[in-house]
């Protein structure tokens, strides 16, 4: 028989039980034993859910206080030495300590996983030599299995995945592994004696393009933890996409008892599957449903492809699966009491994926007339949500049908433009400026929740929000910034704060994803045509711009950041969804510029994290986000100035396809890899302005003057004098006031005498 699995769970909990309890422990209201109590009631929770919707193969270890990354990286051992000397088990102070820092020590490093919006820590592989350290799979095992009555699949990160994922690495690769497995043996043998009989490896660096080097790692690791004598079975998981034919080959013949691939995002690996046919004996874990995206499945077309797998496997070795971890999505769609029933009724959050995951089961073990009633209660769903009228929107379609080269491209070239503005703007050589918000203190915060609760009236909230935005316009103008903004008081969210405007979007109230740590997002869920019923910026712009003689930017969210923080409808192409959130911009930008705004900043920070996981996708897709952020922006006169501004530090790979936004002026964060950024553009002739960031938002420190100069004779040494703009990394709004004013007083100032010395040069 088949049997149902998953391969991960969400785990902050259904109210984000677990948000609360580490930031309690985190300020000293909650001690550890209380910490570790919550995390206990959260797995059982975890458990308890699964069991229930009568999933067969429940895992364990996939719970974190914090990252699994972090948690393998404890496991065996490789806790970077400025954390202090050598722990037999790692202690939760040194644990959060990694995750955090602590006084003076940097924490890990955080980045991506992959191209999700959750963040892992990096592993360092400079430290010490690996040992075992952490006893958590062992201990949750046990929890899980005395528990549940029957044993639970232990998940562990692959040895090759945590390997590549990290950094700093002081020795050739396959030393590193060779260091690493003997933990794993170790770990797989007592795993085996508590009385596992599968174990989840996750290596999800194989849907990647690897080099035969990196391949050869996935040989050495198996061929090793294959050969243990006393282990548990070993089923090698991949997900958020496809394996290749090197990849496919190498590891049906792998020496482990089962693979499990993704079969939503990864559509290569049926034929793969198809072509190569599958390895007999060994368990295929299928990947069916979506782990990464809220839609209901059409249990039809996955039953279809289930049969399909099945004439490849004998049955009895087949799990039907989510793609990934459910991780990716909320818990529970029935929380969302206030969504149109029309829009609830396609959605599915883990609890529902389980209730897929078991149908799907029960369809293929005891064929489609065993759940007939569930796939027509399924089939149901969908006419009820595809009648609705919200989903189409009739013009919209035919503005996209229409859409020439001409709405796509600027009306003259940068260097017409460029003088029409500077003759407008009179902005001075290294013209200063900030990337759009100010601190958003408590009293911004608790006047937004009051009007939001119906407590504050709109126009007092209103009158509020304009004190503000006079009172950032009054201290730009003190310290002598050149263009200004209005300080998005308004906003809790970039693109929250857009979603909530534009027609096609929903938001939610519970449905919380994991993004790190205690950190968690509501990731709005784009439903139907995207347009823009009235215009969304334009009166805080206005506004500030009737303050101020010195131009005030305007300020918005670009259409690939909005599309790759929201969960997207399926049933559209990803460009064509793109195109909908451009044209609604295109119309406030040119909104914007009516109002006698003279330059308009579009955000694009999620440009490069959007980036597919093979290369040889890349261009398809950078092709529609440079085109989606041309149509929002290319509406505009030659004399409007259009601004960018991109966050995360590797541009090196995608600098073409900046230069192809055709923006005026672009800001890159910058100040903490100042090296790297600025080597890009050693080799690229970048032709129009950057402000590479000087002062970095996410260290409360105020920058000295000097030091500010010092990066930016770095950065004039290598980019022309004349396309350099001064500015912070990113956004204030995380920062408090008495950091912020100093520091960009002395980012004015370092402006100014940067201004003295290249002024004196010229002169000369
Ligand atoms: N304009 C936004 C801000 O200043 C940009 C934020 C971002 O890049 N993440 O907050
Ligand atoms: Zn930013």
Redesign the pocket.
Known sequence: MAQSSTLGYPRLGKRRELKRALEGFWAGTLDEAQLVETGRAIRRAMWQVQQQAGIDLIPCNDFSFYDHVLDAICLVGLVPERFGPREETVSLSTYFAMARGAEGIPALELTKWFDTNYHYLVPEFQGPEPALASTKPFDEFVEATTMLGRAAKPVLLGPVSLLLLGKHHSRPLADHLAALLPIYARVLERLADAGAEWVQVDEPVLVQDRTAEELALVRQAYRMLGSLSHRPKLLVQTYFGSLDVESWHLVTALPIEGIGLDFVRGTENLSLLNEHGFPAGKVLGAGVVNGRNIWRTNLVEALELLEELAEHVDPALLWVQPSCSLLHVPHDVRLEEHLPENVRALLAFAEQRLEEVVILTRGINEGRSAILAELEANAEYFRLGLDASQLYHRPTRERIAALSEDDFRRRSPYNVRAPLQQARLQLPLFPTTT???FPQTQDVRTARARWRSGKLSDEAYWQFIRERIADVIRRQEEIGLDVLVHG?FERSD?VEYFAEQLAGFVLTEHAWVQSYGSRAVRPPIIFGDIYRPKPMTVDVSRYAQSLTAKPVKG?LTGPVTILNWSFVREDLPRREVAYQIALALRDEVRDLEAAGIQVI?I?E?ALREGLPLRRKDWDDYLDWAVKAFRLASSGVRDETQIHS?M?YSEFNDIIAAIDALDADVISIENSRSQGELLRAFQDYRYPRQIGPGVYDVHSARVPSVDEIESLLLRAAEILDPRQLWVNPD????TRRPEEVWPSLTNMVEAARRMRERYLARVDA
Do not use: A, F, N, R
């Open positions: 990337i759009g918000s998005e970039m300020m900043q955000d920070p501004h966050c990113c956004g204030l709004k």
